[in-house]
């Protein structure tokens, strides 16, 4: 069972989700709050696998909110659901700790399969978001920044599997490595980068042209 936080201040909408989520067998809404403070001060009562989190929301952001979501949850996994697809909000909350970012026009049943997609380890985003990552990365690859860091070829391959969307899983069947050796590079990559979380990864990762 996914335990599933919906944050959306559209009455209508954050009804739709619950109703959505509560209504599809394996998925379960166990909290929808129409702002950041109420779901934080509920959020380790609810202890839940995926947060999903608007960024235009009356008072503190959802922006600010994943950062503060991220400080009581290092792990907890979060999944923006927006209307805005400004490249700066995108990769601000990428860097804030997101690992997917959707438009709501996402139809329902790929919601569900990105929630489970986030769940599982993945980084799944609406196709134009997407393309807007692959075309920022391509610029930057173009045009690259020097690189602060080293990495190890094989950290460069496995970044670039999490640069694409691909599950830890997906990442160790391509290389032809254990899960385990997976999340051995990404503990390296993680010091070498100074970030904490994966998103932090691909975000810091595609800005200074690391991969």
């Given amino acids: 069972m996914i335990k599933v936080i919906v944050v959306e201040d559209n009455d209508a909408i954050r009804e739709g989700l619950r109703i959505l989520i509560d209504g599809t067998d394996g998925y379960a809404c166990i909290g929808a709050y129409a702002d950041c403070n109420s779901m934080l001060k509920n959020l380790e009562r609810h202890e839940p696998d995926v947060l999903l989190m608007d960024i235009g929301l009356p008072g503190m952001n959802g922006i600010d909110g994943i950062k503060k979501a991220k400080a009581v949850y290092p792990d907890l996994t979060i999944l923006v659901l927006t209307v805005y697809e400004e490249n700066e909000l995108v990769f601000d909350a990428l860097c804030a700790g997101a690992c997917g970012y959707l438009v709501k026009k996402t139809p329902p049943s790929r919601l569900l399969e990105a929630i ?29 920044a020097k690189p602060q860091t080293i990495l190890t070829p094989r950290e460069k391959e496995i970044l670039s599997g999490l640069v694409e969307g691909n599950s830890f899983k997906a990442i160790a069947d391509s290389l032809f490595i254990s899960i385990e ?14 970030v904490h979380s994966q998103s932090e990864a691909v975000a810091k990762a595609i800005k200074e042209g690391i991969i």
């Fill in 116 to 144: 489970q997609e986030a769940y599982q380890g993945g980084a799944p985003m609406s196709a134009n978001i997407a393309r807007k990552v692959i075309d920022f990365f391509q610029q930057k690859k173009q045009f690259p």
């Fill in 181 to 194: 050796t997976v999340r051995f590079h990404f503990r390296n990559i993680y010091k070498k980068l100074h």
